[in-house]
């Protein structure tokens, strides 16, 4: 699959993003990536899907059971598949935050026609805590519902808005965009 970032990498760009403090969430990771090419196989059964691109090179998809009109799908339809992760961060005061905990979504939303098409948007909320802050050697302790992790920050006056207790609001964002031709 051919991958084209549209973004920093989330690792890189947590720490002062999460740490900006803004009133809105920032765009902290976007990843994004496009297939295009012709049906070869398809199997309704084992959900499999062989596409054949420009370059003559062929990709195995698992096509998930969120799409329910494989069966329509025919070898030499055109295939074109974007896909799209996103992260957003936020950092809530202590008094406005809430428990540690996640949630997971999936939407979907399908296109009319005679062949399947539209999105599949999968999301996870993570909701965690400031748990430490180590400013002289610049790392900020965030407790999550499976892990607590430290994480290090670039330019650690940032550290000077933070309290221990704080909340952090972390959206994971995966949306896929099927066509068939």
């Not at 760009?13 to 398809?42: C, H, R």
């Not at 596409?51 to 062929?58: F, I, R, S, V």
């Not at 799409?67 to 799209?84: A, C, F, M, P, S």
């Amino acid at each position: 699959m051919q991958k084209r970032s549209l973004g920093l990498l989330l690792g890189v760009t947590l720490p002062s993003t999460l740490l900006a403090q803004t009133d809105e969430p920032a765009v902290a990771g976007m990843m994004g990536a496009q297939l295009t090419g012709k049906v070869m196989v398809v199997n309704p059964e084992t959900r499999l899907m062989t596409l054949k691109d420009a370059e003559g090179d062929y990709h195995v998809l698992h096509v998930p059971p969120e799409v329910t009109r494989l069966d329509q799908i025919k070898i030499g339809d055109e295939v074109t598949i974007n896909e799209l992760s996103t992260a957003l961060i936020e950092l809530i005061p202590a008094d406005e935050a809430g428990p540690v905990a996640s949630e997971r979504s999936t939407d979907v939303d399908r296109l009319p026609g005679k062949k399947p098409s539209g999105s599949i948007t999968d999301t996870l909320t993570v909701y965690g805590k400031v748990v430490s802050m180590d400013k002289a050697s610049g790392t900020v302790t965030i407790e999550g519902p499976n892990q607590t992790r430290t994480l290090d920050v670039d330019d650690p006056s940032l550290l000077e808005g933070v309290a221990v207790g704080d909340g952090v609001i972390a959206r994971f964002q995966n949306v896929i965009i099927g066509e068939v031709k």
